[in-house]
């Protein structure tokens, strides 16, 4: 239970770091229009760097393959949903132009579903 738990939050903390890199100059745009592309690319892939010192630690503490309590179809899934969590708390956290619509729920909606049909035995 304990490294299922620890994989998780490892999770969350890497898609944080991914979010602030994929978005964070969309979010913080008034502080990025002075540079170029060029530079925000790197500081985008140095702040992804951060995600992947979470992601693979996450990984590997969860995947049955290195004793942890979940199969890789599992990680994937809980990745996906974690992602999107944190997506969306971060657009109604700093995209605030950008609102959350019935659409929106129901395509997590899927997502809960994929995870049910992902971790049923069969």
């Known amino acids: 239970m304990l490294r299922g738990s620890g994989a998780v939050l490892l ?21 990025f229009e002075r540079f170029g592309m060029g530079v925000v690319v790197l500081l985008s892939w140095g702040i992804a760097l ?7 630690p996450a990984n590997r503490l969860g995947s049955v393959h290195f004793g942890g309590p979940f199969s890789i179809w599992e990680l994937k899934v809980i990745q996906e949903v974690v992602s999107l969590t ?5 657009v109604l956290l700093f995209l605030r132009s950008e609102p959350l619509r019935w659409n929106h729920l129901a395509g997590f909606a899927c997502l809960i579903l994929a995870v049910y049909f992902i971790f049923r035995q069969p």
């Open 86 to 90: 944190v997506f969306t708390l971060f």
């Open 50 to 56: 951060f995600e992947y010192c979470f992601q693979v």
């Open 11 to 31: 999770l969350v903390v890497s898609n944080a770091f991914m979010t602030l890199a994929w978005y964070g100059h969309i979010a913080f745009r008034s502080r």
